[in-house]
């Protein structure tokens, strides 16, 4: 399990809303070139929504509202909710997170290049493995509860 994040982390992220509102659909776009290498992974997702771009710019916006949010999680609930039932649907496992922030991290460098610092990176990274924590929990709930089924 990920530590709280700090004032640090969530500053840096916030201050970089943005960049993400600006660049968020090629930082997506891009993350998602790189997960695809990984063939079993890139079976996991519709790819209809990948070629027409509605994955992608729904993660940016997911992302955005993130950064946006961090401060204030609560505002969150909801979306988050939604995303863990939609990767309970699609088969999503703790061990895929990994692989996602290994995709979006370096994607986030390629396309904020100078700007995305090594400090920036460290926060997002902070970041995103406290939101996968999240995730994770939720997601174990509902697999449990579809089992109990």
Known sequence: MSEPLNETTIALVKATAPAIQQHGLAITQRMYERLFVNEDVKAMFDQAAQQSGEQPKRLAAAILAYAQNIDKLEALTAPVMRMAA????????????????????????????????????????????????????????????????
């Open 86 to 149: 939609r990767h309970v649907e699609t088969g999503v496992k703790p061990e895929h997170y990994p692989l996602v922030a290994e995709a979006l991290l370096p994607a986030i460098r390629d396309v904020l290049k100078d700007a995305a610092t090594d400090e920036i990176l460290a926060a997002w990274g902070k970041a995103y493995w406290f939101l996968a924590d999240i995730l994770i929990g939720k997601e174990a709930g509902l697999y449990a509860e579809i089992e109990a089924r």
